[in-house]
């Protein structure tokens, strides 16, 4: 077992799995009904996902324009309240079919409101992928067009995920169990 900053780390999906998971959601993608989409990654969890998808798209033969949006449920505290934008894309997505990337899907909060966000502003279509689902907590009304994998219902890390700003730099997912 991977051991971090003095923490043990089980593997849940290792780098491989995920390499060739990528491969085959970004094959759906170019097969699905996206027109020359405006891939807008949701910072900061899902940046390293983002940047293998693209490249995946990269070799499926699709050449995307890539955005960032930060969007927020958390304040000051831990307690998840309504979605804000912390930083804000710069293209217009105006008629615009977007592909929203998320590490994951839990409560959908995140999702809903900005594919909602980016339905007001004018966009075509707006289709999600992430990484991972955990469907056993979603409480919006949202779906995701793409998943990765289905995630237990436990707290992970890497690959771009965090717990308190650590282990985004782990090239799997995983979970912590304790002290090493
Ligand atoms: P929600 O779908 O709005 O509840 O929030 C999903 C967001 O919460 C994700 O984009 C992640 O940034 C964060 N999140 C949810 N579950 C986890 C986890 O297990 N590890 C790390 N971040 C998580
Ligand atoms: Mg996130």
Do not use: W
């Amino acid at each position: 077992m991977p051991i971090v900053r003095g923490k043990k780390i089980e593997v849940l999906f290792s780098a491989d799995e995920i390499r060739q998971r990528n491969s085959q959601i970004a094959e759906e993608i170019v097969l699905g009904e996206l027109n020359n989409p405006l891939v807008v990654s949701i910072l900061k969890g899902s940046f390293v996902f983002a940047a293998d998808l693209i490249r995946a798209l990269h070799k499926a033969g699709l050449s995307p324009e890539v955005e960032f949006i930060s969007v927020s449920s958390y304040g000051a505290g831990t307690k998840a309240g309504k979605p804000v934008v912390l930083r804000d894309i710069e293209s217009d997505v105006n008629g615009r079919d977007v592909l929203l990337i998320d590490d994951i899907l839990e409560s959908g909060g995140t999702l809903k409101f900005t594919r909602e966000l980016m339905l007001d502003r004018g966009a075509n279509r707006v289709a999600i992928a992430v990484l991972l689902e955990k469907p056993m907590r979603l409480k919006a009304d949202i779906k995701a067009d793409y998943v990765g994998f289905d995630c237990p219902d436990q707290f992970v890390v890497g690959y771009g995920m965090d717990v308190g700003h650590a282990f985004r730099e782990l090239p799997f997912v995983g979970v912590v169990t304790g002290d090493a």
